[in-house]
């Protein structure tokens, strides 16, 4: 009996400490406590360009314009924008002061375009837009660009300003070189503007953000957060256990097979919206001889009829139902509503239709079907490579034999980015809002993640009139002209857009954005 | 005695070099590293530049001499993922590490000795039965869902212990150690627990089996018969006997667990070495892998060593056949 006792008691003494341990830390100050799979990479904000840093960054670091969590243009540290036919002149916001008190001026607004713009930056791509930043006063720049630029400010949202003095002293005035031998002080160390200041870091355990009192946007955000404690949790059952028990008060991502249970759980929600990353196969057609397939001498795929066959004979709506839980949008384009060019017209999925796809096929022929490879990621993408299982099965039943890969992330993507392979999964997101971004890597014949081998020469020439034509009429005809193209001649086969999930305890209100990113200065703790 | 120590140093050092060679050569299947470096973004002249840049277009071959080469140096390079060096990361981690494992092999030696000793001698006691058929769970479940099962238990529906993370650490000069606050107790028990679980299980079956068939043994029947307490019998004469399987074991078996602790310290965000390992693997972080691998197997190299020169001091035996 006198065992049981002291058993007993020694339990409840255990719960009350970490009870009051709990209570202690509500009591002290709004405390935003968040987890998600991967940590940031880096503190610097020009050496990799990954969403996990980006988002931690952002809280840390601010850029000229910025998106609000329903993805409008905001201004942030610069207070107005005008376009010039060679470029566009940026007003900069007064009395804007970095973490460590310096103030923040034009010289900084060129500096941190040079950083960006430099060999070593991972953000060159966004911000060689960017020709040259000339200084006209010390709160006013103009951005010149090569020719007119209808879409700059889109292209700035995540081009971080940072102050040339502290990078001076601290020896960061590039970002970090991949053959560099030592750690440079701007991996562990940062020196925004932004609402929140790094007080401590231990990369993959525990970050720790407070809020910056010299920020400008005191006040005038609902946020109410004074601190940041970031927990990154690998597992994703241990990271729904984090929420479960109280120990996090916000899950990024968190596994889709798990919503139902979190939101059953008294004093946890979950929020949903669509995110703007699509996801969809293509099909190389561009070689004369696929890879993988029985097919020898030709290539189906250079069939559009074959093209169409694919596309009418994957039950999309399955795909979304089954796989996918409910949490996925069936469309028939590869990128999402709230990018400019997706359109209702567009946007429904082709129809499922597998007696019309076996009769393309026979027509194309190839009434027996054929082989074919098809490469899929295992760790990128929502249900990835289950969304791949069940295509292979529906596939099947219009005679197409297909064989799965499905491998990591770091051994699919090369096999696109050098064009060896036949059929793949690939989603796209877009940073810019803009179809330019889609158009230029996805469809464009040179682009960089083509390996489709699409090459329609009016789609080629609308992507590069589009970069210089400044009329929104005329750019967004242009624009909805090559999405008609494409939607005849189906070099990809879409699937669905992506739904992102997030899950917090029932007082934390925080904005859910399409684009992933936690942003603090709107989060209200209740 | 110093050439056995001698002749099992270059055995080491042999053992070493494949490891190395081996699992440099396995990187080249891991996929593309300078696709997690750079964004969707970047070209692809860029993407060569940086290949170029690291020396990924290199034979496997000069990758290996060059990376050995460094290493001897004391230079294992700059991770890939976070940009820091591999050296001092792996020293960073080591502590967490290190102390999950002592942990786990205390509960394991400790529990394992105990129920393997009582379920030796009292064989046909309900509990004996118990403890034997719950063991069964410890070798035939996954660790990660031991660890999971442990995490809903006492951290979700208990709450009495954190779910994961490392928490309640005091820094000892440059060594963080958990066993100086509460709350660094609380939060390695669950993964110490789930870490010894399979250990434990077969420190228990060994202990048993050998007490089984040590107490059959003559010496006991006189130490009986001398009217040696129970007590003595058991633990000074029965035990001590049954020893040197049990070191064996115990000594492959911490390497073991420095190799099982990736899984347990991934499911419960321990920021050891094991999941600054899988971190790496999923990134294709080359440095770290090399190194970690390396590290691993000179962890078990010197663990080896260490149960083979224990022999001696156990066994006389040993010692007399050695020379």
């Known amino acids: 009996m006198r065992h049981y006792l002291t058993k007993g008691a020694m339990m409840a003494g255990v719960s009350a400490l970490a009870l009051g341990l709990a209570a202690q830390n509500a009591l002290a100050e709004n405390v935003l406590r968040w987890t998600s799979q991967g940590d940031a990479l880096t503190l610097d904000p020009m050496s990799q360009n990954e969403g996990p840093t980006n988002t931690m960054n952002g809280m840390i670091y601010e850029s000229l314009v910025t998106r609000d969590a329903g993805m409008t243009l905001q201004p942030e540290l610069a207070e107005s924008w005008t376009s010039a036919p060679d470029g566009w002149t940026f007003k900069l916001r007064e009395g804007v002061k970095f973490h460590d008190g310096a103030d923040f001026t034009a010289e900084d607004v060129v500096f941190s375009f040079e950083r960006a713009k430099s060999e070593s930056s991972d953000f060159k791509e966004q911000a060689k837009a960017v020709a040259s930043v000339e200084v006209i006063d010390d709160y006013t720049v103009k951005l010149v660009t090569d020719g007119p630029n209808p879409i700059l400010p889109n292209q700035l949202t995540s081009i971080y300003m940072v102050d040339k003095g502290w990078a001076e002293t601290n020896n960061v005035v590039l970002p970090q070189d991949f053959a560099a031998k030592e750690e440079t002080y701007s991996v562990r160390n940062a020196n925004g503007t932004g609402p929140f200041m790094v007080t401590s870091r231990a990369p993959d355990e525990l970050t720790v953000l407070s809020a910056f009192d010299g920020w400008w946007g005191k006040g005038q955000f609902p946020g109410n957060v004074d601190k940041i404690e970031y927990r990154p949790i690998a597992n994703a059952a241990t990271r729904v256990a984090a929420l479960l028990s109280g120990e996090v008060d916000f899950v990024l991502d968190p596994p889709l097979q798990d919503l139902k249970r979190i939101e059953a759980t008294d004093g946890l929600k979950i929020t949903t919206v669509a995110q703007i990353r699509s996801i969809f196969f293509g099909m190389d057609q561009g070689v004369d001889e696929l890879r993988s397939s029985n097919i020898k001498g030709e290539n189906p795929f250079k069939d559009v009829r074959v093209r169409e066959a694919i596309n009418l004979s994957i039950d999309k709506a399955a795909i979304q139902r089954v796989v996918m839980e409910g949490l996925s949008f069936p469309t028939g384009m590869i990128t999402p509503p709230g990018v400019l060019g997706n359109t209702p017209d567009n946007d429904p999925p082709y129809p499922y239709d597998p007696e019309k796809a076996k009769a393309l096929l026979a027509e194309a022929g190839y009434p027996d079907g054929f082989s074919i490879q098809l490469d899929c990621p295992n760790n990128r993408y929502n249900n990835d490579e289950k969304i791949c299982q069940a295509a292979v099965a529906m596939l099947a039943k219009v005679g197409i034999d297909v064989s799965l890969s499905a491998i990591p992330k770091a051994q699919h993507f090369p096999k696109i980015q050098n064009r060896t392979t036949d059929f793949y999964l690939l989603g796209w997101g877009v940073p810019t809002l803009d179809s330019h971004y889609v158009f230029s890597y996805l469809l464009d014949k040179e682009g960089s993640w083509n390996a489709t081998g699409y090459d329609n020469a009016r789609v080629n020439e609308i992507t590069g009139m589009i970069t210089t034509e400044t009329d929104i009429e005329t750019r967004t005809a242009l624009i909805t002209e090559a999405w008609g193209i494409i939607k005849e001649e189906m070099p990809y086969a879409p699937i669905h857009h992506q739904v992102i999930a997030w899950a917090m305890a029932a007082g934390v209100e925080a904005p859910i954005a399409a684009d992933d990113g936690l942003r603090p200065r709107y989060v209200v703790m209740n | ?323």
């Open chain 2, 1 to 323: 005695m110093l050439s056995f120590i001698l002749r099992r140093l270059a055995q080491s050092l042999l053992v070493m070099a494949v490891v190395s060679a081996i699992s440099f050569s396995l990187f080249n299947f891991v996929g593309d590293p300078v696709n997690n470096m750079v964004g969707q973004d970047a070209t692809r002249e860029d993407r060569v530049r940086i290949r170029n840049e690291l020396g990924l277009n290199d034979p496997v071959l000069t990758q290996y001499f060059r990376f050995m080469g460094n290493a001897l140096q004391a230079d294992f390079g700059l991770s890939y993922r976070i940009k820091r060096p591999v050296d001092e990361l792996i020293i960073e981690r080591l502590p967490a590490t290190l102390e999950l494992v002592f942990a786990s092999a205390v509960i394991a030696l400790v529990l394992g000795i105990t129920a393997g000793v009582y379920t030796g001698i009292r064989r046909n006691s309900w509990l004996s039965r118990s403890i034997l058929s719950v063991s069964l769970v410890g070798v035939s479940l996954p660790t990660f869902i031991i660890g999971i099962g442990l995490i809903y238990l006492f951290a979700v529906i208990l709450r009495w212990l954190p779910s994961s993370g490392r928490s309640g650490v005091v820094e000892l000069g440059w060594w963080k150690t958990n066993f100086l606050t509460l709350d660094g107790w609380r939060s390695i028990i669950l993964p110490a627990l789930t870490l010894s679980l399979f250990q434990m299980t077969m420190i228990l079956r060994l202990v048993r089996a050998e007490m089984l068939e040590v107490m059959q043994a003559d010496f006991i029947k006189f130490a009986r018969a001398r009217g040696l307490a129970e007590r003595a019998i058991n633990f000074t004469h029965a035990l001590k006997n049954t020893l040197v399987p049990v070191i064996t074991i115990i000594g492959i078996n911490i390497g073991g667990l420095i190799a099982f602790s990736v899984i347990t310290e991934t499911v419960f965000q321990w920021p050891g070495t094991g999941l600054m390992f899988i971190q790496a693997v999923d990134f294709v972080d080359v440095p770290i892998m090399a190194a970690y691998l390396c590290f691993v197997a000179l962890m078990f190299v010197v663990v080896n060593l260490v149960v083979d020169l224990l022999y001696f001091a156990i066994d006389p035996r040993i010692r007399i056949r050695g020379r």
